[in-house]
């Protein structure tokens, strides 16, 4: 693939075209919907989004591109993903700290071999725009190698995605660890290559606190008091045992969110995946310090390490977007996601212990955690996410006649709302009829 050029001509693409300017679970007019629609787009930038009959005369010089029928939405946002796992997807048998051991830890350390890394870093972005999804907060491995192999495959795309190597150097193979001392220079030199690169950011990666010493924690500190502005992602209570392991690790603290507040490493830009197992007081803790946390429903329900609980994030408005948490999770389909994210609400009813204060996830909420939501968590909504004049032309065009079974239940739809449900729950990347990314077309 060569750098793509972004066309500078004024494109107008008629649709159905639909996106969020706030969290429609606080805010009643949070989307906008123009049935007979249009989407202007100029040098890979929105011009403006609204309905074709009022805005046709304004820009009569647009070339006019007709998905008539379909339905235009921002690129779809993934907030948690492991690029290096695609080859282990579907890994049997093990949960969570077990899993690690047995098949990602060893599986990773193939990255560092950079033929290997190109190849998988192409694969994982070309399947990421067959799915739709435009932006990614992704880990890359110890290995130096898998992060400049996805930057760079990322900016022959084009792609506004965050990245970074995840360290860790407790209860993991020797090879597979950052000694402390090396963290700050190892990091450093990262983010000084990457660090907003064309539409990249570098995200400094502590893996998960069961698998950092506390004198990893500290050199962590000392490095990102020096980079107040970069990216953070880390894993916070994915399930039981990894819990378990912090509380040994870090005696003195109370709970696994204490302990990245400790060191510091909660404030905004900070992405926390998981977020399952919390009590009320880390949930407020994540929404003071303006972190955010990564809802993964496919890959809690496969390694069997719980369900998020959205309703106590909404409580005290903890900022959340969804993600795959690929390859733990089992597809890179954010459609797919948000039929799962749907299955985990339902499923939180039937262990409640009162069922009926537990809501079903509602379809238009499920999209903004893929769209707007995740951005927001990503800390890239100023850039992308929407369809508000001046944001970057990311953008898929959807049909609901792509297969059969979702066309004979799209019919039934009357409302955006359940056209966005039915997506949702039989949607995958057949659906996804085009991708554009800064106005150019990729699929
Ligand atoms: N915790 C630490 N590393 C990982 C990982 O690669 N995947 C998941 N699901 N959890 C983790
Ligand atoms: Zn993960």
Redesign the pocket.
């Known amino acids: 693939m060569t750098n793509v050029l972004t066309s500078t001509k004024l494109t107008a693409y008629k649709g159905s075209v639909f996106y969020f300017t706030d969290n429609p679970r606080f805010n009643e007019n949070a989307y906008e919907y123009f049935h007979d629609g249009v989407l202007y787009v100029e040098a890979g930038k929105i011009v403006e989004a609204g309905n074709y009959t009022d805005l046709q005369a304004k820009y009569p010089q647009a070339q006019v591109i007709d998905y008539t029928g379909m339905l235009i939405t921002p690129g779809l946002m993934d907030s948690h993903v492991?690029y290096p796992?695609m080859e282990m997807v579907g890994s049997y048998g093990e949960q969570?700290v077990q899993?690690?051991g047995k098949y990602?830890i060893p599986t990773?350390r193939k990255l560092s071999d950079r033929k290997y890394a190109d190849k998988i870093a192409n694969l994982y972005l070309d399947e990421l725009i067959k799915h739709g999804t435009t932006s990614a907060a992704i880990?890359a491995t110890i290995s130096p190698t898998s992060s400049d192999a996805l930057f760079e495959a990322a900016l022959k795309r084009n792609m506004r995605v965050i990245c970074g190597s995840?360290y860790?150097d407790v209860n993991t193979p020797e090879y597979a660890c950052l000694p402390p001392h090396e963290v700050y220079d190892f990091n450093k030199i990262l983010i000084e290559r990457w660090n907003g690169k064309g539409r990249t950011n570098y995200a400094i990666s502590p893996?998960?606190a069961?698998?950092l010493s506390p004198a990893e924690m500290e050199a962590t500190q000392a490095l990102i008091l020096d980079y107040p502005e970069v990216h953070i992602q880390v894993?916070l209570a994915?399930n039981k045992e990894?819990g378990d392991m912090v509380g040994d690790l870090f005696p003195g603290l109370k709970s696994y969110t204490e302990v990245y507040d400790n060191y510091g490493l909660m404030r905004e830009k900070t992405i926390m995946?998981?977020c399952v197992w919390l009590d009320d007081h880390e949930v407020e803790l994540i929404a003071a310090r303006k972190s955010s946390c990564a809802f993964?429903p496919t890959?809690n329900l496969f390694?069997g390490?719980g369900l998020f609980n959205l309703q106590k994030a909404n409580k005290y408005r903890a900022t959340v977007g969804l993600g795959t948490?690929y390859?733990?999770?089992t597809t890179l389909s954010m459609l797919k996601t948000m039929g799962e994210a749907y299955k985990v609400t339902q499923l939180r009813k039937a262990f409640a212990d009162n069922p009926r204060a537990v809501e079903p996830l509602d379809p238009l909420e499920n999209y903004y955690l893929a769209t707007l939501g995740a951005a927001r968590a990503m800390a890239i909504d100023e850039y992308v996410g929407s369809f508000e004049s001046g944001k970057e032309a990311d953008f898929i065009v959807l049909d609901s006649k792509s297969t059969q079974d979702l066309s004979i239940r799209s019919e039934r739809s009357e409302s955006i709302s359940d056209l966005l449900f039915a997506l949702q729950i039989i949607g995958d990347d057949r659906s996804v009829a085009h991708t554009y990314i800064m106005g150019n077309k990729m699929k």
Request: glycine fraction near 8%; charged fraction near 15%.
């Open positions: 492991h796992q969570l899993w690690l990602t990773e880990f995840a860790m893996r998960s069961y698998l894993h994915e990894s995946g998981h993964l890959s390694l390490s948490d390859a733990a999770g």
